[in-house]
């Protein structure tokens, strides 16, 4: 029977006795990220997430994960934009046998000592892309197995954060993360440069380093170094871009290098020009697409939200069993890929995707809806934040009408966690004499969520305003390639704000014909 009233201090799993020490250190306190051997609270209960290297899972992992979220969840999963999975609204404890059945899975690291680290990053196409450079999922591999095989690691920052991109068109090297490898081809040989997050709230940084594909022993390095100069038993552990900007970067390289076999490169002599880090359109992977493998496709699939009922993904395991190699990918844009499905299968995979109330069109204005939990699921939000992107998204799709997504990100507050980046159109959530209500932010910018448009805005005025704002785009972009970014970055705030407040009855008949 399950164990009931959770609490941090969930059983130590029947785990073996030299992963208990770990254990318990994890549940300490030191570490207020969710996991599957420990539970956050959250405003809509206990969460819990599971870590899924690579964001790779198979049927069996599906049909298991589908089980956990309705027997002690809310009936769903969400994908979060580290491709990991999260079980919300826990109400009792998850039965040890259980969740030692999720380790067998290898839902959950064999070493639970460590597997408060954050989720590996890679390209959701990789092996897949016909573009990319060198397949990193065996880089994933390896590097999951090092850090279970090695205690001290559990030493880290829970929030140390490792991204592998192989070079194909679907990116992730523009993700927040600590570290980031990018691969590139050097007169026919593959290397990769090493990127380090030393800005907060910003992509890792080009330092000129570049080495053969020997990530592994690089990355160790990397690790052992920062835990070197921090205090492993803090509950507070620096990020490692304090270490590395306390050290200075240089000297930290130094004290990397010392440990390694062989020498870094610095890049200036093989090549004369710093390549900046390549920006993933949020929605490439959406849709049907061929893969490298002669003959085969793969299926991107829109998560409302990042959100799937358990008896879609169950039904979705089943598919990718049928039709492909049994194997889903989450992506960090919260969708997923359904791969490896012969050209004369599509259309009929297609087919179930949209029996199963989900779509892969890349029209779909869902496709690159961002909203964190919003006050449902977080005491911090001022809004709801996820009914709101919904019903936005619900309004939009009959009166616009777009060939590419407009990013729109809801956040319930400042910390901004569902998505680290600037996006199209960014809605804050304020509280104004306890009304709910959004300030307006467009476009790149050096600011956190770019420029400020408006202010307080109700959520009964919002559609109308983003409807007008769309439709003023679609008129007056230089042409059907410029993105919503691109056009609002032509202008002042103050010209925008001129365009954005035309009558609309201006606009009506006129963005049809801009289509």
């Not at 073996?16 to 609270?41: D, I, N, Q």
């Not at 590996?120 to 090092?146: C, F, H, K, N």
């Not at 380093?209 to 022993?217: G, N, R, T, V, W």
Request: neutral net charge.
């Amino acid at each position: 029977m399950p164990t009931q009233g959770v609490s941090r201090r969930h059983n130590n799993y029947l785990l073996s006795a030299s992963h208990r020490e770990g254990v318990r250190t994890l549940l300490s306190g030191f570490t207020a990220c969710p996991g599957l051997f420990y539970a956050t609270s959250a405003q809509d209960g206990i969460l819990s997430r599971l870590r899924i290297p690579g964001g790779i899972i198979n049927s069996k992992q599906c049909q298991a994960i589908a089980e956990i979220a309705n027997l002690y969840g809310g009936g769903y999963v969400d994908v979060t934009n580290r491709a990991n999975l999260q079980i919300r609204e826990l109400s009792q404890g998850i039965n040890n046998e259980v969740l030692k059945q999720l380790q067998d899975l290898r839902l959950g690291s064999r070493n639970s000592a460590v597997d408060h680290i954050r989720n590996i990053m890679i390209s959701p196409t990789a092996g897949i892309d016909p573009d990319e450079l060198i397949d990193t999922r065996p880089l994933v591999q390896s590097w999951d197995d090092y850090i279970a095989a090695h205690s001290e690691l559990s030493g880290l920052s829970a929030k140390f954060s490792v991204c592998f991109d192989g070079g194909g068109k679907v990116s992730v090297s523009d993700r927040l993360n600590d570290i980031l490898f990018t691969s590139e081809l050097i007169e026919t040989k593959v290397y990769f440069r090493l990127h380090l997050g030393i800005i907060k709230e910003k992509p890792p940084i080009d330092i000129g380093i570049l080495f053969l594909p020997q990530c592994l022993s690089v990355l160790a390095a990397l690790a052992h170094v920062y835990l070197n100069h921090i205090d492993i038993n803090s509950k507070r552990k620096p990020r490692l871009r304090e270490v590395v900007n306390s050290l200075g970067w240089e000297n930290y390289i130094q004290q990397v290098e010392q440990r390694l076999t062989f020498s870094l490169i610095r890049c200036e002599k093989l090549i004369k020009k710093l390549f900046p880090v390549k920006k993933s359109e949020c929605f490439w992977h959406i849709g049907i697409h061929p893969q490298r493998q002669q003959g085969l496709f793969y299926i991107g699939v829109i998560l409302p939200l990042g959100r799937l009922e358990s008896r879609q993904l169950r039904r979705l395991g089943d598919l990718a069993e049928k039709y492909g190699s049994g194997t889903i990918r989450l992506t960090p844009w919260q969708n997923l890929l359904i791969t490896d499905i012969p050209h004369e299968w599509v259309v009929e995979v297609q087919n179930e995707i949209a029996d199963l109330g989900l779509d892969s069109a890349v029209t779909n204005f869902q496709s690159a809806l961002v909203a964190c939990s919003g006050k449902r699921g977080c005491a911090a939000s001022a809004t709801d934040t996820k009914g709101d992107a919904l019903a936005l998204a619900d309004y939009l799709e009959t009166r616009v009408k777009l060939k590419r997504p407009i990013n729109i990100h809801f956040s319930g507050c400042e910390k901004s966690c569902a998505q680290h980046h600037n996006s199209d159109i960014t809605l804050l959530g304020v509280s104004d004499r306890n009304i709910e209500s959004y300030h307006v932010y467009v476009g790149d910018s050096h600011e956190k969520f770019g420029r400020e448009i408006y202010q307080y805005v109700s959520f009964a005025e919002l559609p109308a305003l983003i409807e007008q704002m769309l439709k003023v785009y679609k008129i007056h972009r230089l042409n059907q390639d410029e993105t919503f970014a691109e056009f609002v970055n032509r202008y002042g705030t103050t010209q925008l704000k001129e365009l954005f407040s035309q009558p609309s009855e201006i606009y009506q008949g006129l963005s049809a014909v801009c289509n």
